[in-house]
C-alpha cells in the first residue's frame, strides 16, 4: 500500500493506493506559513541558483513534520537549504555533501554553520554507520538520477527522503515524475519500495504543467504578500517531495 497525495494507475494489480492529503487542513497550513514567513524575512542573502520561498517553505514544512536526528543535504551550493535546516531543525545534525566546496569560487555570501559536517565525496561514497542512517533524514537537491540515489538511501538504512526538482519538464535528471510520466516499466518496481509519496502542492496558482494538485491557497496569502518579493521568481514550482522509503529486506 502506497499513501499518496494523488492517484496513480500503475496497471498493476498487486499495488493499493490511498489517497491522503496532509495539506488538506488550511488553517495549519496558514500557521506554518505565517511562521515561515517570518523566518525568511530573516534569510541571511537572496538565493541564486538555489531553492526560494516556495520550495523553502515546502523543505521547511517537511523538516518540521520528519523531525530527524540527523540530515543529510546533498546538494548545498551557496548554503540557502542549509540555513533553512539549521534554523527549523536546532537539534538535528547536520551533515552537508556537494563537490562545489573543492571549487574556486567565491560567493558574495553563503551560509556554512559551525555545526554542520562537511564532505566534498559523493553520497554514494560516505560509508555511513546504520546508527546514524537509522534515523536520518535525506535531502537531494543535487541533479542526480533518482533512482541510484533511492537505491544508496535505501542501502544505508535510511527512510525519510525529501527531493527537490522531482520534475515534468526534461532536464538532465531523471525524476520519479519523468518516470511517471513515461509509465516506466520500473514504477511498480520503484513504488514497492515506497510507503508516503508527497508532492507538495503549489502555493497559488498557475499549477506547472503535469502538476496532478491544486494550489493551497487561492490568491497569495497576506504574510506572504508583506514580504514584497518577486513572486514569478520566488514561488516558481520545484516539484519538492517527500517520501519515506519500507525497510531493505533479505531479498531486495
Ligand atoms: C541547485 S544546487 C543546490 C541548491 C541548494 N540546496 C540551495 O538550496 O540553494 C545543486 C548543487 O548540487 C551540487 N552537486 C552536483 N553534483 C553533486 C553530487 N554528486 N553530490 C552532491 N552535490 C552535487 C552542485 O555542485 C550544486 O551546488
Not at 47 to 74: C, Q
Not at 122 to 139: G, K, P, R
Not at 174 to 199: A, W
Not at 221 to 234: I, S
Request: glycine share 4%; proline share 8%.
Amino acid at each position: 500500500m502506497v499513501k499518496a497525495n494523488f492517484s496513480l494507475n500503475l496497471n498493476d494489480e498487486s499495488f493499493t493506493w490511498q489517497v491522503v492529503d496532509p495539506f488538506s487542513d488550511r488553517a495549519a497550513m496558514e500557521q506554518h506559513l505565517n511562521d515561515f514567513c517570518q523566518l525568511y524575512a530573516q534569510r541571511p542573502f537572496d538565493n541564486t541558483g538555489g531553492i526560494l520561498f516556495g520550495s523553502a517553505f515546502a523543505y521547511y514544512y517537511f523538516l518540521k513534520k520528519i523531525h530527524p536526528k540527523t540530515l543529510i543535504e546533498s546538494g548545498i551550493w551557496r548554503g540557502f537549504s542549509t540555513w533553512i535546516a539549521d534554523s527549523a531543525l536546532p537539534n538535528t545534525n547536520l551533515m552537508c555533501l556537494d563537490p562545489v566546496l573543492m571549487m574556486p569560487l567565491q560567493f558574495e555570501a553563503e551560509y556554512r554553520p559551525a555545526r554542520a559536517g562537511y564532505s566534498t565525496q559523493d553520497f554514494s561514497c560516505m560509508n555511513f554507520y546504520s546508527e546514524l542512517t537509522e534515523q536520518a533524514c535525506v535531502f537531494f537537491d543535487d541533479h542526480q538520477n533518482v533512482m541510484p540515489r533511492l537505491e544508496q538511501a535505501m542501502n544505508y538504512g535510511i527512510k525519510d527522503v525529501i527531493l527537490d526538482d522531482n520534475q515534468y519538464e526534461p532536464t538532465y535528471h531523471e525524476s520519479i515524475t519523468h518516470l511517471i510520466k513515461q509509465n516506466h516499466p520500473v514504477l511498480p518496481l520503484l513504488f514497492s519500495h515506497i510507503e508516503d509519496y508527497y508532492l507538495f502542492p503549489p502555493l497559488v496558482p498557475p499549477v506547472a504543467e503535469g502538476c496532478p494538485l491544486q494550489p493551497i491557497w487561492d490568491t497569495v496569502p497576506e504574510c506572504l504578500q508583506a514580504l514584497h518579493l518577486n513572486l514569478d521568481d520566488e514561488l516558481r514550482y520545484t516539484w519538492m517531495t517527500y517520501l519515506r522509503l519500507k525497510p531493505k529486506t533479505l531479498l531486495d
